[in-house]
């Protein structure tokens, strides 16, 4: 057995040390300072590589302040991660400290740990394409209880299946929005958002703007849009 890597010479983890780094990853998809915890977990000596020694970053997240996140730290304490990150906040925040934190720890083959797969993203895409960033910076990743590990086969092949899942999705998705226009199209509707000005509001416009008297601005404002809404309405129907 070993210390934890701030005790053993790995200056990642070391206090004060300035050798954390990005490695890249986008969870943009996948935002109130919450500091992480750290946990001096003994990690067996079969994880050490030529390369130095192979790392578990962990990360674990809640909705509110009001949630425990006692469960999903005791999890990863257990599956002897060498340090916990953690953010208290929604999935639907974009920008999260504690995983920028995680990520910026993480290097070639080390592997993130998570206690679930929705503490990443809430969509299938926005996991598949976060875990495949990952594998692009030789980062492995592991769900405590989903069973996913990607350093195994079995690992690997569910991702894939993820992967092809989300891109059949996305497909449907696109199938179904272009069935809907050509169906509403059939029906005399155009896709896009309604306009603005019904054909009533645009003839009062035009009688309007023969006095020279009335501005322009004047007349958007008593139909409440802007001017220029105003103007693309009545250039488009001058060309149609």
């Given at each position: 057995?070993?210390?934890?890597?701030?005790?053993c010479g790995n200056e990642r983890f070391c206090a004060g040390s300035s050798n954390a780094h990005s490695v890249g990853i986008d969870h943009s998809?996948?935002?109130a300072d919450w500091r992480c915890k750290i946990y001096d977990a003994p990690v067996d000596s079969a994880t050490s590589s030529a390369a130095g020694f192979v790392v578990l970053v962990g990360y674990a997240r809640v909705s509110t302040a009001e949630q425990s996140l006692d469960l999903q730290l005791d999890a990863l304490k257990q599956a002897a991660c060498d340090r916990v990150f953690q953010d208290r906040q929604s999935g639907a925040v974009t920008r999260r400290p504690g995983?920028?934190?995680a990520l910026s720890h993480l290097r070639a083959g080390d592997t993130l740990v998570v206690w679930k797969l929705d503490r990443l993203g809430r969509t299938v895409r926005q996991l598949v394409t976060f875990v495949e960033d990952l594998q692009g910076n030789g980062i492995a990743f592991r769900s405590l209880t989903d069973g996913i590990d990607t350093t195994t086969p079995a690992g690997r092949f569910f991702f894939h299946v993820m992967a092809a899942l989300a891109e059949m999705e996305r497909d449907l998705l696109r199938e179904r929005t272009?069935?809907?226009?050509v169906a509403a199209k059939s029906r005399g509707r155009e896709g896009g958002r309604p306009p603005k000005l019904s054909d009533e509001q645009i003839a009062h416009a035009e009688r309007l703007?023969?006095?020279?008297?009335?501005s322009h601005a004047s007349i958007a404002r008593s139909l409440?849009?802007?001017r220029s809404t105003l103007h693309r309405t009545l250039a488009r129907k001058a060309s149609s």
């Amino acid at each position: 057995m070993r210390p934890a890597p701030n005790r053993c010479g790995n200056e990642r983890f070391c206090a004060g040390s300035s050798n954390a780094h990005s490695v890249g990853i986008d969870h943009s998809g996948i935002a109130a300072d919450w500091r992480c915890k750290i946990y001096d977990a003994p990690v067996d000596s079969a994880t050490s590589s030529a390369a130095g020694f192979v790392v578990l970053v962990g990360y674990a997240r809640v909705s509110t302040a009001e949630q425990s996140l006692d469960l999903q730290l005791d999890a990863l304490k257990q599956a002897a991660c060498d340090r916990v990150f953690q953010d208290r906040q929604s999935g639907a925040v974009t920008r999260r400290p504690g995983l920028d934190d995680a990520l910026s720890h993480l290097r070639a083959g080390d592997t993130l740990v998570v206690w679930k797969l929705d503490r990443l993203g809430r969509t299938v895409r926005q996991l598949v394409t976060f875990v495949e960033d990952l594998q692009g910076n030789g980062i492995a990743f592991r769900s405590l209880t989903d069973g996913i590990d990607t350093t195994t086969p079995a690992g690997r092949f569910f991702f894939h299946v993820m992967a092809a899942l989300a891109e059949m999705e996305r497909d449907l998705l696109r199938e179904r929005t272009r069935a809907g226009l050509v169906a509403a199209k059939s029906r005399g509707r155009e896709g896009g958002r309604p306009p603005k000005l019904s054909d009533e509001q645009i003839a009062h416009a035009e009688r309007l703007m023969t006095d020279p008297k009335v501005s322009h601005a004047s007349i958007a404002r008593s139909l409440g849009v802007d001017r220029s809404t105003l103007h693309r309405t009545l250039a488009r129907k001058a060309s149609s």
